[in-house]
């Protein structure tokens, strides 16, 4: 059964946990101790609803505050699909949590309070599942049921929103608008009666006809080296495998290869998870292979199609989302991590900062502070084997990590 | 529903096979993310261990691992903190486990850190010593000085794991600090800690309960008997089945012991996991229960009921 991963992305307040408890709720996922406890808690802070939101708010500072600090994991499936909430909050780091969100995520919700439509906080939500590619974007306009269902509103924040539409960077993405109540259960996982007016899906519907395999980023089959395995046993003396996971397309037996650095060819002897043999290794999906020839090949190193060559560079030009309460200064140092590889970077030039509500961009800039997005130049002692992020959401990131504190203090997005 | 429980992907039986081969598509992809995880661990860390505490959970663990190192052998031991009040069907399990697949098993026990004076039983009712268990991992992780370890904790057992990282770090004093936590972007995994620390590891992050029981299914894996239905000798307290046993579980005279058929669905210690009234002998109708209960995993766990930040209050301690 395939895995659906959804980042949700709302203001304070907007009921992104709401939302998310609902969802629960109307597909049975809440199991009868955890609704106790639920109706317990809801009833002794005197509301007169069930506050899912405390299905969600896990740690004690969040319940105290009613906010949600960390990003959550809420996991329910149906009968076609299992599903990962991301559920990031919306406002301290917010930059930080969200790109997180939306990075290990296919599909997103926005979430609009109907009443206030679209505010500067959805230009940021909007622009950074933009920016992460994701394939699939709900706009739920949420608490319609506090608008008296009205589809003159609806159809005002929808026109809004289409405004920014036009000035996404990623223009396939596809995106798609559905009024909601959180709190009364409105076009959630039910069609509403409230909306006669609204003709599509409901929330859980929508996610329910994606066809996850399509909005999965699709590239050239890319193998990073994890692992080299070699047993060294009787048994298999003269073993040597590769171990990995395949990214992009696909891999599959008598393929010829191209080992980078080293830049050594060979082929593709066999394809093996645990002690089965395959002829292809599907994208996404953790093989070992072994190479019809003996070639010194070590973690970090990565295995590709002979005709279909990465970029192999030691400079290139990224979009930087900063995470770190350290700023990004010209002329600093950092590792960077492209997915099992690592080197040593050094900031070059920082070209322009990127408001991240599509309100233009900053020039002249000498350090990024936390939750800035920029376009930056790094060198880089050793070169990596990079796609464009536009091509290869995979091999077109990196993180960087502050050799001091050891911290991920950044992600980057390679142009 | 998760993982399709029909017949396995593959029709050919040995890496030796010539027949029609296939492709990995089918392949579950928390396996692979699994698989994914505990291999960065053996690549980035100089020391790791994977905790063993004979569940389902951890014996999963030890299938993945399997299947990412195979042909070579797990290269990093099991620990196992034992509290002394496993059940005993759990411990004969972890040791054929062992010596089947020729693992190396490492023991520390709570007995030990009492004798020594570090940790104090608890009295009472509800005495338990799976919190004590902290003190004791610490020490075993300084001992050994290792840098990572594996375990089979999953985000959907409970709102504080919900928030945790795959790739966790802790401070020497073991303590996890969920407001600072790293980013995790993409699937890069970043490993990289100061001297005394160490970072605790958990590769089925996103599966559920449903999921590993599926698993389970699907592999053939072996678990103890206690998952499944038996005989026990049980009473009854505050709604819930405690397994008699005087030595290890507190019972006030009027708790009267009664045979019951019950079976485990999650294994902890004898003092803090319940019971549920089953009949599901085999595997196939335990997955069948799980997938039509209305209540969740860790609703069978005492130790959880304490209050509702009880396990975030152990988790920075350094529980696990």
Known sequence: MEVLKIATAGSVDDGKSTLIGRILYDTKSLTSDKLDAIKKTSKQKGYDYLDFSLATDGLVAEREQGITIDVAHIYFSTQTKSYIIADTPGHVEYTRNMVTGASTSQAAIILIDARKGVIEQTNRHFFINNLLRVKDVIVAINKMDLVDFSEEIYNKIKADFKKLMDKRDYQEQNITFIPVSALKGDNVVHKSKHTPWYKGQTLLEHFEQLDTEDIYNIGTPRFPIQYVIRPKTEEFHDFRGYAGKVYGGQLSVGDEVVALPSQTKSKIKEIFVYDQAYQTASRRSSVTITLEDDINVSRGDMLVKIDDLPAIERQFTATISWMDSQNLVTGNKYVLQHGVNKVLAKVDTIHHKIHPDYSGIEENIQALGMNDIASVTFKLNKPIFYDPFKNHRTNGSFILIDSQSNNTVGAGFIQ | ?320
């Open chain 2, 1 to 320: 529903m998760k993982i399709s429980t029909k017949s396995n992907p593959v029709e050919v039986s040995s890496s030796r096979a010539k027949g029609p081969l296939l492709d990995t598509s089918k392949i579950n992809p928390l396996e692979n993310e699994a698989i994914y995880i505990i291999r960065e661990v053996a690549a980035q860390f100089e020391k790791p261990v994977l905790l063993f505490s004979g569940g389902k959970d951890s014996i999963t663990l030890v299938r993945l691992a399997q299947k990412a190192f195979y042909p070579a052998k797990i290269p990093f031991p099991l620990m196992h903190i034992d509290t002394g009040h496993n059940f005993p069907e759990t411990i004969a399990f972890r040791d054929q486990l062992v010596k089947e697949l020729g693992l190396e098993l490492i023991v520390r026990n709570v007995q030990d850190s009492i004798n020594q004076g570090k940790v104090k039983e608890e009295s009472g009712r509800y005495a338990s010593r799976n919190s004590l268990q902290t003190t004791t991992l610490l020490d075993a992780i300084e001992e050994f000085k290792f840098d990572a370890c594996i375990g089979g904790a999953r985000r959907d057992e409970e709102k504080a794991r919900a928030k945790e990282r795959i790739f966790s770090v802790r401070d020497d004093f073991g303590q996890w600090d969920e407001k600072n936590q790293r980013p995790e972007l993409f699937d890069m995994l970043n490993g990289q800690i100061q001297l005394g620390q160490n970072v605790r590891v958990f590769p089925i992050s996103n599966w559920t309960e449903l999921d590993v029981w599926s698993y389970i299914e699907r592999e053939n894996i072996e678990i103890p008997s206690i998952y499944f239905a038996h005989t026990r000798a049980t009473f009854l307290r505050d709604g819930l089945i405690w397994s008699s046993d005087d030595d290890v579980v507190f019972r006030d005279e009027d708790e009267v012991v009664e045979n019951r058929v019950v079976r485990f669905r999650t294994v902890g210690d004898m003092s803090c996991t319940a019971a549920v009234l089953s009949e599901a002998a085999d595997i196939a109708s335990v997955v069948q229960e799980i997938r039509d209960s209305t209540i969740s995993e860790r609703g069978a766990r005492i130790d959880d009921k304490r209050s509702e930040a009880a396990m975030e209050k152990r988790k920075q301690q350094g529980y696990f």
